[in-house]
């Protein structure tokens, strides 16, 4: 009932900028809290960074001052600027989206994005 679309991901050299971009669509009445997770070969999946529906951003501590997290609300997207990017932040990126559906009074559903690959060399 809900679909997310993932883009921006890709390779880049150690120091340098990506954008991840996540958009929502299907039977959305409004989204609560967003979120960006990431899982490294090898690793347990991760919480990057996340932004309520007020705007409140919550981030890891590894990506502090590096990593911006955004959304807009008209658009129901949810973005990540990713800057001064270090090997360590090699992984798949998710987007993670907590919705309530126009079907279904009440209740909130969680839904996750297919995942997009970032990877960075040194």
């Known amino acids: 009932q809900v679909q997310l679309v993932e883009s921006g991901g890709g390779l880049v050299q150690a120091g340098g900028s990506l954008r991840l971009s996540c958009a929502a669509s299907?039977?959305?009445?409004?989204?609560?809290?967003m979120g960006w997770y990431r899982q490294a070969p090898g690793k347990q999946r991760e919480l990057v960074a996340s932004?309520?529906?007020?705007?409140?951003?919550n981030y890891r501590d590894s990506v502090k001052g590096r990593f911006t997290i955004s959304r807009d609300n008209a658009k129901n997207t949810l973005y990540l600027q990713m800057n001064s990017l270090k090997p360590e932040d090699t992984a798949v990126y998710y987007c993670?989206?907590?919705?309530?559906?126009?079907?279904?009074?009440?209740?909130?559903?969680?839904?996750w994005g297919q995942g997009t690959q970032v990877t960075v060399s040194s």
């Open positions: 299907g039977n959305i009445f409004s989204i609560n809290t």
């Open positions: 932004i309520t529906s007020g705007g409140r951003t």
């Open positions: 993670n989206v907590n919705v309530r559906l126009t079907t279904v009074v009440g209740v909130s559903y969680t839904y």
